[in-house]
Structures are given as C-alpha cells and as structure tokens.
C-alpha cells in the first residue's frame, strides 16, 4: 500500500490535513480535523471517517451525500 491510511479523524490530525468535504452541488468545506476530532471525543461520537462521513451534511443544499477527502492546511 502506497497510500497513507485515514480511516480515522485522528489520522488526519497526525499527517497534518485539514478535512475536506466536497458536495455533488459543487459545495466544498473545509473542517479542522483536529477541533473536530475533539469535538467527536467530548461528545464520545465515533472517530472512524466512514461514520463522520455519513453524518456530514452540506450546509449550502443540505445533501448528506459528501465526499470527505485530506486537504492542506492553510497557513
Ligand atoms: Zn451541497
């Protein structure tokens, strides 16, 4: 395996990616993975993407179908 493994939020937080969500609508976010992997904890939530990706939700047309994928951090 070639690729780096982001199975988890705290992958994302430990190769220094932010979360970026992209929309069929053409909506992309970007999330800090790091306050989000915190929030996830507090709130004892799963920190395993593919459930963080079925719970994300566009908040421009409100469609649950996103893809999440690493992005840099902006500096
Ligand atoms: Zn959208």
């Known amino acids: 395996m070639g690729s780096k493994r982001l199975d988890k939020i705290g992958d994302y937080v430990r190769h220094g990616f932010d979360l970026q969500v992209f929309c069929k609508c053409g909506h992309k976010a970007k999330i ?44």
Not at 35 to 41: G, M, P, V
Not at 56 to 62: A, H, M, V, Y
């Open 32 to 75: 800090d993975a790091a306050a989000l992997a915190d929030r996830l904890h507090k709130q004892r939530q799963s920190p395993m993407m593919m459930f963080i990706e079925a719970k994300l939700r566009c908040s421009k047309c409100g469609r649950k179908d996103v893809t999440c994928g690493p992005g840099w951090k902006d500096s």
